[in-house]
């Protein structure tokens, strides 16, 4: 049977098409397949390693600032890198992000529970930089890429599609099977159930060595994903076809001052933050939760992916929906859904009954989960837009900065989101030295309202994002996309 002819376009590149589509959702699973990670971050270092809740706030507030400071950093080298590449630059700075995340993602992870506070401070800093760092190679121009795969509206919304069914897959599988892997319900020698007396819950310990194992694993496959997101994705776009830096040296101030005009990404970086103060920042609280209230943290997984899985009703319609409401129309309408998901989970530490109780915050957490499903499937796809409106209107197209200040606050949020969480449960009267199963009552069920507080409070932020201030509209959009094509086909005259 005759091989079927690839069909170009009209400047002689591949058609974009499902390749195109599956590949990039490649890259973002081979990205989550070390982010994934992050939520366990936390949990690791605080129940496993025992640090106390104060000092591990602090250490992640100081490492999270590094990362958010260095992705603004590494998006201007992009834009300004001019050197040829056999695999072009954006290609190139992936593969290097994708393999120093084989060492970096198991170095957070290094199982030493015995060591001296401050070997383990410092174990945590270091491991967590290189880390981050290789991270940041990889994510940046993955993300930035986007808008050079395809200028079509519509194939940019399908790309944030499958970039987000990449994210989430890459967020079950770990989210789903790590925690059944790595908690341990406790016995004594005769076989009994160990109880928590306050709680009447069953103990349950974290295997910290099978943590760092998954990690190293984990690499591998996001290594293998890479790859095949390297080999079969087309850029369109010409990397260099903008002087985005004109020569100049790259200054963050002016930098963020041009951001900050951009009320797209401002909107969309809104938006995204307060989507991770209610994934992130909410993560280590609810698996605490899990633990010591409901008494089933390997289970916690499987609870948490139901936030995830209503954005598989939006997949196959989202290209119909986009093009008839618009991106940011039906994302404000599912932040409303989010909103009574996040009033819902209110009500559920109220209930003493604790099945009728998980019950509530399911149905809480599905409408959130709900709400979220427009805008997970389009998110990259504002930010492709708001690429485009700098391009619009100043004339100057910046993918690596304007992405990579994107990706700072959200780092920020990823980070201080966090560590304010463990300060707060500090306050609230977590105490690490007793670990999961030596916990009060009251210290049990004070985390639960900061479960439903912090997804509530994520709600509001994204509304406020996309409902206010991101200003994109469908028929903004239609008057953007016409004069850009009017300018670049006078540039090619």
Do not use: C
């Given at each position: 049977m005759a091989k079927k002819p690839v069909q170009l376009d009209e400047n002689g590149k591949r058609k974009f098409g499902i390749r195109d589509k599956v590949a990039y959702a490649a890259g973002d699973l081979g990205c989550n397949m070390s982010f994934s990670l992050k939520n366990t971050v936390q949990t690791f270092w605080l129940v496993f390693m025992a640090l106390e809740t104060g000092l591990l706030s602090i250490l992640l507030l100081l490492v999270q600032i590094w990362d958010a400071v260095n992705d603004p950093m590494i998006g201007a080298l992009i834009d300004s890198d001019r050197r040829k590449y056999k695999l072009g630059k954006f290609?190139?700075?992936?593969?290097?992000?994708?393999?120093?995340?084989?060492?970096?993602?198991?170095?957070?992870?290094?199982?030493?529970?015995?060591?001296?506070?401050?070997?383990?401070a410092m174990l945590f800093i270091v491991g967590y930089i290189i880390w981050d760092a290789f991270y940041t190679i990889a994510n940046v121009p993955y993300g930035s890429m986007l808008s050079l795969v395809t200028e079509d509206a519509g194939e940019r919304a399908q790309l944030s599609t499958w970039r987000s069914i990449g994210s989430m897959v890459g967020n079950i599988l770990p989210g789903m099977i790590l925690?059944?892997?790595?908690?341990?319900k406790e016995f004594d020698a005769s076989g009994n159930p160990i109880i928590n007396p306050e709680t009447g819950v069953q103990v349950e310990t974290l295997l910290g060595n099978r943590v760092f194992i998954a990690a190293a694993i984990m690499g591998v496959l996001g290594l293998v994903c890479f790859l095949f997101m390297i080999k079969n994705i087309t850029l369109r776009v010409d990397e260099n076809s903008v002087k985005t830096?004109?020569?100049?040296?790259?200054?963050?101030?002016?930098?963020?001052?041009?951001?900050?005009?951009?009320?797209?990404?401002?909107?969309?970086t809104m938006a995204a933050m307060g989507m991770f103060l209610g994934m992130n920042a909410a993560a280590t609280a609810v698996t605490i939760m899990f633990a010591t209230y409901f008494g089933m943290a390997q289970l916690s997984g499987v609870v948490q992916m139901i936030g995830f899985i209503p954005m598989f009703f939006f997949m196959p319609f989202i290209k119909k929906i986009v093009n008839k409401y618009g991106k940011k129309e039906a994302s404000v309408a599912g932040t409303i859904?989010?909103?009574?998901?996040?009033?819902?989970?209110?009500i559920f530490p109220l209930i003493a009954n604790k099945g009728i109780s998980l019950v509530v915050y399911m149905i809480g957490l599905t409408l959130f989960g709900l709400g979220m499903g427009v805008y997970t499937c389009v998110s990259w796809a504002l930010m492709a837009d708001a690429?485009?409106?700098?391009?619009?209107?100043?004339?100057?197209?910046?993918?690596?900065?304007?992405?990579?200040?994107?990706?700072?606050?959200?780092?920020?949020?990823?980070?201080?989101?966090?560590?304010?969480?463990?300060?707060?449960?500090g306050v609230l009267g977590y105490v690490s030295d007793l670990g999961t199963g030596g916990q009060s009552a009251a210290t049990t069920y004070n985390m639960c309202w900061l479960a439903a507080g912090?997804?509530?409070?994520?709600?509001?932020?994204?509304?406020?994002?996309?409902?206010?201030?991101?200003?994109?509209?469908?028929?903004?959009?239609?008057?953007?996309?016409?004069?850009?094509?009017?300018?670049?086909?006078?540039?090619?005259?």
């Open positions: 290609k190139t700075y992936i593969l290097i992000g994708a393999l120093g995340l084989l060492v970096g993602g198991a170095a957070v992870f290094l199982p030493f529970p015995k060591a001296p506070v401050v070997i383990k925690p059944a892997l790595i908690w341990h830096n004109d020569g100049e040296k790259f200054n963050i101030l002016k930098a963020f001052g041009n951001f900050m005009k951009n009320r797209p990404a401002v909107g969309a859904v989010s909103l009574v998901g996040g009033l819902v989970m209110l690429i485009d409106y700098s391009e619009w209107k100043f004339g100057k197209r910046e993918e690596g900065t304007v992405y990579s200040l994107h990706s700072f606050f959200r780092k920020l949020a990823q980070g201080i989101g966090p560590s304010v969480v463990l300060a707060i449960m912090l997804y509530m409070f994520s709600a509001v932020v994204q509304f406020i994002g996309l409902g206010l201030v991101y200003n994109l509209d469908k028929k903004t959009m239609t008057t953007m996309n016409k004069e850009l094509a009017e300018r670049r086909a006078g540039a090619k005259g």
